[in-house]
């Protein structure tokens, strides 16, 4: 059997022959629905999350660039919406493939690839950040995995500088009960307390108010990052992996902030989400004419 992939209506949908699932939107090349071989959902998504393309997705993982957050006003990106223009843009499927190289079994997997390019944007957002870019977002898809990583090239004759982040709302049973190990020892901003800066004392973080932080952990002498594990009632749930994301914003916005969104439902649906967002966000990224950069990240799921 070979994995079976389907886009209708703006929407790819992938099934591998083990049962494992995923679906993306072209708006935004939005990951909607990670489903694991059990039929477990491993994403949430808001029951009220737009899926007209009127306004980025609620859920699910949301691709942020070339800004994160509200965009500094003097800077290059400075007119652009907050997170930037990456998540509500319409992209286009450039395929599928399945590689036994990088040690998968064929049949086992499948990557999906979508490119974006500065020819595709809206003219009012071109006009906002007119510099010549090409995105290719790859979605691979594996047993018990969703591996996403995304290739930026300047294509232009000047440098720019960004950001990006995958901004991934993991579906948790109940937040009070979720935590997160490897972080113990690393600097984050803290942006519900003035955006200061602390280091994080705990081994085990866990959550039991609104929570909004840029973490940026040490890497180790070999340069690799310590993966990240997300626990619920102790057991390991997710285990997070980077490569060339230095940066971690975890978020939940407990009952006030989720009360005043309007896309967001249930609202009690914050005790359900966990967003762990693995990017490049604390500096700007400067890239060179002709130059490409990337960032890989893993989701494994233990469920
Ligand atoms: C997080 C930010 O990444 O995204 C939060 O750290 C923000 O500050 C959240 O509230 C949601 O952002 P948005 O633009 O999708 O409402």
Same mark, same amino acid.
């Given at each position: ?105 064929? %049949?086992? =997997?499948?990557?999906?690839?979508? @490119? &974006?390019? !500065? /020819?595709?944007?809206?003219?009012? +957002? $071109? ?46 049973? %109940?937040? =009070?009960?979720?935590?997160?190990? @490897? &972080?113990? !020892? /690393?600097?984050?901003?803290?942006? +519900? $307390? ?110």
């Amino acid at each position: 059997a070979q994995p079976v992939v389907d886009l209708s209506d703006n929407v790819l949908t992938a099934r591998l022959p083990s049962g494992d699932a995923v679906t993306v939107y072209l708006y935004g090349a939005t990951v909607t629905s990670w489903k694991t071989a059990n039929g477990e959902e491993q994403l949430f998504v808001s029951q009220a999350a737009a899926l007209d393309g009127s306004k980025p997705i609620r859920g699910g993982i949301p691709l942020v660039f070339p800004v994160f957050g509200p965009p500094p006003k003097s800077h290059a990106t400075g007119q652009l919406a907050q997170h930037g223009f990456a998540r509500n843009s319409y992209w286009e499927f450039l395929g599928k493939s399945s590689s036994e190289s990088q040690g998968r079994k064929a %049949d086992n =997997s499948v990557k999906l690839d979508f @490119g &974006l390019s !500065s /020819s595709m944007l809206d003219e009012a +957002v $071109r006009r906002k950040w007119p510099y010549e870019f090409g995105l290719v977002y790859s979605v691979t898809l594996e047993k018990n995995s969703l591996e996403c990583q995304l290739h930026v090239q300047n294509k232009g004759d000047q440098p720019f500088d960004f950001q990006a982040l995958f901004h991934t709302y993991l579906a948790v049973k %109940d937040i =009070s009960k979720t935590a997160v190990k @490897g &972080l113990q !020892s /690393s600097p984050y901003v803290d942006k +519900v $307390r003035s955006a200061q800066t602390f280091t994080e004392s705990s081994p085990s973080l866990t959550f039991s108010s609104e929570t909004d932080r840029v973490y940026t952990p040490p890497s180790l002498k070999d340069n690799t990052l310590v993966p990240l594990v997300v626990t619920e009632d102790g057991a390991e749930r997710f285990v997070v992996t980077r490569d060339g994301l230095p940066d971690v914003t975890v978020w939940n916005g407990w009952v006030d902030k989720i009360k005043a969104m309007g896309d967001f439902e249930p609202k009690d649906g914050w005790k359900r989400y966990l967003c762990i967002e693995p990017g490049t966000v604390s500096s700007w990224t400067r890239l060179e004419a002709g130059d490409a950069w990337e960032g890989t990240c893993a989701f494994e799921s233990k469920l």
